[in-house]
T-cell receptor, first 111, second 114 residues
Framework: QKEVEQDPGPLSVPEGAIVSLNCTYSNSAFQYFMWYRQYSRKGPELLMYTYSSGNKEDGRFTAQVDKSSKYISLFIRDSQPSDSATYLCAMIWGSNYKLTFGKGTLLTVNP | ETGVTQSPTHLIKTRGQQVTLRCSSQSGHNTVSWYQQALGQGPQFIFQYYREEENGRGNFPPRFSGLQFPNYSSELNVNALELDDSALYLC?????????????FGPGTRLTVL
């Protein structure tokens, strides 16, 4: 079993839809959880960073962490064509230096 | 303030050759991490350098090696290239080891091994 599982999609939605992206993990030691956005031929860009269970909101983006279920989500409200990208979840524990990524979900938002 | 830059943008090598990839970290950042991202996969951690010392390593063989220089730029060297080494190689810099909320990625170097 991989440490981090993420459905690779692809996911296609109409503009304005609410998007839900999810990851599960097996290592209960993970403490810090991140979501990255990666446009084609670019490096990943940090969207959200959280370390506690519950919700964290930033504009149209909400990150949700459920440590008891080992499940994290990213919600995008009022999705825009410019949100079309690959979304990667990533996590790390304590002072560990190794960021562990999911495979990424390819999202397309259609105008 | 400049961001993280990588060179070259892309290159093509043949099996058995050696390659050196370069990364300039963001101004003020002393930590550089390298990742390998195969097509359709998430990035996999190769190693991290903090103040010119290796600070941790992922599950990559010794033919993957690195350096960090006094100006905190870094190199990734891969010897005896294999077909499976074809991937996007990303470097990321941060102001401190472990400051992942302040880590910025470069655009990557796309390596093709024939």
């Amino acid at each position: 079993q991989k440490e981090v599982e993420q459905d690779p999609g692809p996911l296609s939605v109409p503009e304005g839809a609410i998007v839900s992206l999810n990851c599960t993990y097996s290592n209960s030691a993970f403490q810090y959880f991140m979501w990255y956005r990666q446009y084609s031929r670019k490096g990943p860009e940090l969207l959200m960073y959280t370390y506690s269970s519950g919700n964290k909101e930033d504009g149209r983006f909400t990150a949700q962490v459920d440590k008891s279920s080992k499940y994290i989500s990213l919600f995008i409200r009022d999705s825009q064509p410019s949100d079309s990208a690959t979304y990667l979840c990533a996590m790390i524990w304590g002072s560990n230096y190794k960021l562990t990524f999911g495979k990424g979900t390819l999202l397309t938002v259609n105008p | 303030e400049t961001g993280v830059t990588q060179s070259p943008t892309h290159l093509i090598k043949t099996r058995g050759q050696q390659v050196t990839l370069r990364c300039s970290s963001q101004s003020g950042h002393n930590t550089v991490s390298w990742y390998q991202q195969a097509l359709g996969q998430g990035p996999q951690f190769i190693f991290q350098y903090y103040r010119e010392e290796e600070n941790g390593r992922g599950n990559f063989p010794p033919r993957f090696s690195g350096l960090q220089f006094p100006n905190y730029s870094s190199e990734l060297n891969v010897n005896a290239l294999e077909l499976d080494d074809s991937a996007l190689y990303l470097c990321a810099s941060s102001p401190l080891a472990g400051a992942y909320n302040e880590q910025f990625f470069g655009p990557g170097t796309r390596l093709t091994v024939l």
